[in-house]
T-cell receptor, first 113, second 114 residues
Framework: DAGVTQSPTHLIKTRGQQVTLRCSPKSGHDTVSWYQQALGQGPQFIFQYYEEEERQRGNFPDRFSGHQFPNYSSELNVNALLLGDSALYLCASSLVGVQETQYFGPGTRLLVL | DAKTTQPPSMDCAEGRAANLPCNHS???????VYWYRQIHSQGPQYIIHGLKNNETNEMASLIITEDRKSSTLILPHATLRDTAVYYC???????????????FGKGTKLSVKP
């Protein structure tokens, strides 16, 4: 049973650049959520995608955008990178329904210089 | 979603039971208690969740008080690999609608010692 996968594992960018992170959900799941985890903090919710649309959004600026594809995989895009965007970006997948337990991938470590 | 309070750190001897407390005194009737853990630099791992009954799975047991204001996660025989940050989360669930997302606090750093 394939779990949640994310790519790349690590990434280095410079300020002002744009980045795209990718996520493939656990087999059978149809919903993808993205979280940002700064060093020493708990993950913070960015947004969630279901049926190729953004279903919920946390308190993140419009520089953060996403997309979900028909095969349920998802991308997170961040424009105009800031030093403060350096973090571990986590993808979690779930199956829409009553409880929707979220299962996380290993994350992508982004460093902005 | 209700706020949860956890001790910042705990120690446990290898082979002994680890009991991790969580206070959620303002939890509402439609909020589940979820537990995740995060081993250094990895993604959070789902452990268990419950509403009001005690729950057990292959990883842990979850004991929720009758008034639902607190709960305890029990790892029955802790090993060195259980060293991690453990997060207790109160999560609102809406039947038929969009579900509440996970609001992580700082969690409890559990250190299992030989």
């Amino acid at each position: 049973d394939a779990g949640v996968t994310q790519s790349p594992t690590h990434l280095i960018k410079t300020r002002g650049q744009q980045v795209t992170l990718r996520c493939s959900p656990k087999s059978g799941h149809d919903t993808v959520s993205w979280y940002q985890q700064a060093l020493g903090q708990g993950p913070q919710f960015i947004f969630q995608y279901y049926e190729e649309e953004e279903r919920q959004r946390g308190n993140f600026p419009d520089r953060f955008s996403g997309h979900q594809f028909p095969n349920y995989s998802s991308e997170l895009n961040v424009n105009a990178l800031l030093l403060g965007d350096s973090a571990l970006y986590l993808c979690a997948s779930s199956l829409v329904g009553v409880q929707e337990t979220q299962y996380f991938g290993p994350g992508t470590r982004l460093l902005v210089l | 979603d209700a706020k949860t309070t956890q001790p910042p750190s705990m120690d446990c001897a290898e082979g002994r039971a680890a009991n991790l407390p969580c206070n959620h005194s303002t939890i509402s009737g439609n909020e589940y208690v979820y537990w995740y853990r995060q081993i250094h630099s990895q993604g959070p791992q789902y452990i268990i969740h419950g509403l009001k009954n005690n729950e057990t799975n292959e990883m842990a047991s979850l004991i929720i008080t009758e008034d639902r204001k607190s709960s305890t996660l029990i790892l029955p025989h802790a090993t060195l690999r259980d060293t991690a940050v453990y997060y207790c989360i109160a999560r609102r669930l809406n039947y038929g609608g969009s579900q509440g997302n996970l609001i992580f606090g700082k969690g409890t750093k559990l250190s299992v010692k030989p």
